[in-house]
């Protein structure tokens, strides 16, 4: 899977938030909001390369061009953590290393999802 860098994250972050496709100019307007400035031409870069790594998709039918994520953020977050997963050479330590180091509230989470997997199946 493709990775994010920082300012991709940041537009990516501005696409995932907006319950509508986004313009360049309105990631531009979202990304000032939380006080990070950049120039229409960065921001047009950079959805150019977060199409071509399949994160975004464009609507070009209408200007200015509109961008909608192609996946959700907790897709693409849970898919980071499969690939770290699966570059481990001891799967178990790794899961138990992680098991270990989550909120009570996350682990309560996590028992209630597995317990609702392992119903399903």
Known sequence: MATLGELERAVMDAVWDAAVPLSAYDVQASL??????????????VLSRLEKKGFVASDRS??????????AR??????????????????????????GSVS????AVLRELLRSAGSEG
């Open 32 to 45: 000032e909001a939380a006080g990070r400035p950049l120039a229409a031409t960065t921001l047009l870069t």
């Open 62 to 71: 209408s200007r200015p061009h509109r961008y909608t994520a192609v996946a």
């Open 74 to 99: 907790a897709d693409h977050v849970a898919e980071l953590m499969h690939e770290v997963l699966g570059e481990s050479r001891d799967r178990s330590a790794v899961l138990a290393r992680f098991v």
């Open 104 to 107: 009570d509230e996350d682990a």
